[in-house]
């Protein structure tokens, strides 16, 4: 079971599998315009790091619209991983 984390002193998101850590989704976040910008996703497993990226800028971006926070995204793979119907 996947568990996310915002990781806010190292500006990132951080994806757990099973308590390990599996991914992660670096930011910066602009608070005068309530936006996340998502510049660079990482998996540190490369068996299932589509799953994993998958998984993370879903979540990630579910916590932005949760919170009425807007989206910024600059990372390749995060942009390949994202699903605008979410």
Known sequence: MYTLLNNTDA????LH??????????YTF???????????????ESDDADNHCSELV??????AR????????????ALKHMDLGA
């Open 30 to 44: 602009d608070s005068f315009e309530n936006e996340f910008h998502f510049f660079h996703c990482e998996s540190f």
């Open 66 to 77: 949760k919170n009425w926070l807007k989206v910024h995204v600059t990372c390749p793979i």
């Open 11 to 14: 500006s990132k998101f951080d």
């Open 17 to 26: 599998l099973a308590g390990k850590l599996v991914a992660s989704l670096h």
């Open 58 to 63: 879903k979540r990630a971006i579910a916590t």
